[in-house]
């Protein structure tokens, strides 16, 4: 009861005080304001920034390991290239024995890749398109959707025949006038390929090239009749194997082990020999990532500070202002058995109610900020920044407001009553 009137009476007075001079308050808060919407405003954006970046790496599947020639995130050394461009491709042999001897793997895919494209119809032609020479099961370990038509039977597959699965926009291109174009057939350097199906229309992704709208999966043996897998100094068409993992393997640590010791006895590997393979995982990226987005929020959090000390100035001015003001009612609560800390927590509410409006505000144009265009990348305010945009706001306000308060408890009741 006593807290639920301390609070009413805050209220009221911080309420008369913003009346009785707006301009001068609205100018005290405004150091608040600037710092919430700093701190808030820039956070939004690295989160935003980050979850639009790891959405778009969506491409590289869940619970999923890689085993790859590089690594996702290069080398910590200048020229850490040197110790991998001397590493053979995984090859398909190697991808027949995980296969064949994986326990701790659901699935395992073979594939390669190639960037700018050209497919061709009779009548229209689309460039710049990534091509995927995939293996069975390829669509499991990246989860690709099949809107039309089916997946690579193993048939298919193994056999190494000319068929194909378009990406959205590249059957939009070929065939604007067909809603199915499964049946029909398209060229990829000079060679004709039977359209099996069609994947689902992923819409464009923050990073712009992961979608698969624009890619066209074959069967890996066909792949090879048309590009070398890995034979360039450089292997920019190099194989790689995933290897997707069950979901009670927390970490994918007993697939991980598993795989590295196959891949060891594989390639004849002695004890005290390094690995010449990469077991890549998603995760590897995904903590780059933080690393780069937690120096920016840091940053934030240090142009904020600046704004926010200025406005802790800023409350602490009012609260003194206040305190005159009303040093005879402070007087007249006392005499009338008003304790110490009555008088307390009245203006350390009133502080805090203070700050809290300077950081509402600040909240409000974070808000309005999340309209505005920025291309591709969606900005969403947080629960999370909210909540921690008002407790920065009340916790300023309680350091602000913590040494007027202190001089209006101490205050002598008589001496107080004949100040004004």
């Known amino acids: 009861m006593l807290t639920f009137r301390l609070i009413l009476e805050s209220l009221g007075f911080a309420w008369r005080a913003l009346r009785s001079n707006l301009l001068r308050t609205i100018l005290s808060l405004l150091g608040v304001t600037i710092g919430i919407f700093s701190i808030i405003a820039v956070l939004t954006l690295v989160d935003s920034l980050e979850k639009n970046i790891r959405d778009s790496l969506n491409f590289l599947g869940s619970n999923v390991i890689?085993?790859?020639k590089w690594p996702f995130t290069g080398g910590n050394s200048r020229d850490w290239w040197k110790d991998y461009i001397k590493r053979p491709n995984p090859s398909y042999s190697e991808y027949r024995f995980l296969k064949a001897n994986l326990k701790?793997?659901?699935?395992?895919?073979?594939?390669?890749m190639k960037g700018e494209v050209t497919v061709k119809s009779e009548t229209s032609s689309i460039n710049k398109i990534r091509l995927a020479g995939a293996s069975l099961d390829y669509d499991r370990v990246f989860e690709v959707n099949v809107a039309t038509g089916r997946y690579l039977t193993s048939d298919e597959v193994e056999g190494g025949r000319n068929v194909v699965i378009l990406g959205f926009e590249v059957a939009k291109a070929l065939f604007p006038k067909l809603e199915n174009p499964v049946g029909q057939s398209v060229k990829i350097k000079n060679l004709k390929f039977n359209i099996v199906g069609v994947i689902k229309k992923e819409g464009e992704s923050f990073l712009g090239n992961t979608s698969n709208d624009y890619s066209c999966i074959i069967p890996y043996d066909a792949f090879r009749k048309l590009y070398q897998t890995g034979t360039?100094?450089?292997?920019?068409?190099g194989s790689s194997i995933g290897l997707k993992g069950f979901n009670n393997d927390i970490g994918l640590v007993e697939l991980e082990n598993e795989t590295r010791g196959m891949m060891r006895v594989k390639r004849g590997l002695k004890p005290s020999q390094k690995d010449n393979f990469e077991l890549n995982r998603p995760e590897a990226i995904g903590k780059a990532i933080s690393g780069v987005f937690d120096v920016l929020g840091t940053a934030g959090w240090i142009i904020g500070g600046f704004s926010m000390l200025v406005g802790g100035f800023g409350?602490?001015?009012?609260?003194?202002?206040?305190?005159?003001?009303?040093?005879?009612?402070?007087?007249?609560?006392?005499?009338?058995?008003?304790?110490?800390?009555?008088?307390?927590?009245?203006?350390?509410?009133e502080s805090i109610f203070?700050?809290?409006?300077?950081?509402?505000a600040g909240l409000f144009f974070v808000w309005l900020l999340t309209f505005a265009p920025f291309g591709s990348l969606q900005v969403v305010l947080s629960v999370k920044n909210i909540v921690l945009g008002l407790g920065v706001s009340s916790v300023i306000g309680l350091v602000a407001g913590i040494v007027p308060a202190a001089m209006a408890a101490r205050l002598d009741p008589v001496a107080a009553i004949r100040a004004n």
Do not use: C, H, P
């Open 66 to 68: 890689y085993v790859n």
């Open 104 to 112: 701790n793997g659901q699935t395992v895919s073979i594939y390669a």
């Open 232 to 237: 360039g100094r450089w292997d920019e068409n």
């Open 315 to 349: 409350i602490a001015n009012i609260m003194f202002v206040s305190v005159k003001e009303r040093t005879s009612i402070i007087g007249l609560q006392k005499s009338l058995g008003a304790k110490n800390y009555f008088i307390l927590f009245q203006f350390l509410f």
């Open 354 to 360: 203070l700050s809290l409006i300077g950081g509402l």
